[in-house]
Structures are given as structure tokens and as C-alpha cells.
Nanobody
Framework: QVQLVESGGGLVQAGGSLRLSCAAS????????MGWFRQAPGKEREFIAA????????YYADSVKGRFTISRDSAKNTAYLQMNSLKPEDTAGYYC????????????????????WGQGTQVTVSS
């Protein structure tokens, strides 16, 4: 089992920044790829970013590319999502997820690729 706890959400004005954290506990975090997703009311869960367990591979949705950065610190068992130039349309609940991969550079981009989920943290961007 892997337990994930997100933090760092809040209310920010358009153009501002937030950094989300996802603290992991349980099984070896270092062998789990991490993903960030978001879900707005009435909408499906949307892929945002992913990072392989080596940290050597990352991938972003077009909607956040160039504004968001995913990273991880395996020594701290924590993944991060740095969000810059926030827009009102970024308003959503943000969720981190973990998936085991034997390959050091693999990751998933769909919710079904992930085995463990955090409880989510709300991000609200005002115009």
C-alpha cells in the first residue's frame, strides 16, 4: 500500500503561483511513477503531468505545458507540482497518484494507469 497526501492548494489571483506537494508513505516510493490530475465540478478527471520514478522522464498536458513543472524528491518521498501563470480555468481539485513501473522511465497518462490516489487539494484561481 502507498498512502498519498496532497497539500499546498488555496486561493490565488490569476497570474499567481502555487506549489502543490504530495507526500507518500508505505511501499518504496522510489519505484513509483507519479502523476498529477485535476477535476473541476461536472467534468472528468484530467491528466496534468507525470514523472517517472527515476525523475528522468516527464510529460505534460498541452493545457499546462510551459506553466507547470512536476518534480520529485525521493529522499523526502515527495512529489511536487509547481504551478505558475495560473488562470481561472485552472480552478479544480488537484490529485496526485502513484503507479509502480519496473522501467525507470515509464509513467501513465490515464487515471486507470494509477493504483494509489491522494484525497485531493483545492486550487481556486480568481480573475
Amino acid at each position: 500500500q502507498v498512502q498519498l497526501v496532497e497539500s499546498g492548494g488555496g486561493l490565488v489571483q490569476a497570474g499567481g503561483s502555487l506549489r502543490l506537494s504530495c507526500a507518500a508513505s508505505g511501499r518504496a516510493f522510489s519505484r513509483y511513477a507519479m502523476g498529477w490530475f485535476r477535476q473541476a465540478p461536472g467534468k472528468e478527471r484530467e491528466f496534468i503531468a507525470a514523472i517517472s520514478w527515476s525523475g528522468g522522464s516527464t510529460y505534460y498536458a498541452d493545457s499546462v505545458k510551459g506553466r507547470f513543472t512536476i518534480s520529485r524528491d525521493s529522499a523526502k518521498n515527495t512529489a511536487y507540482l509547481q504551478m505558475n501563470s495560473l488562470k481561472p480555468e485552472d480552478t479544480a481539485g488537484y490529485y496526485c497518484a502513484a503507479a509502480y513501473y519496473s522501467s525507470s522511465n515509464s509513467f501513465g497518462t490515464q487515471p486507470g494507469h494509477y493504483d494509489y490516489w491522494g484525497q485531493g487539494t483545492q486550487v481556486t484561481v480568481s480573475s
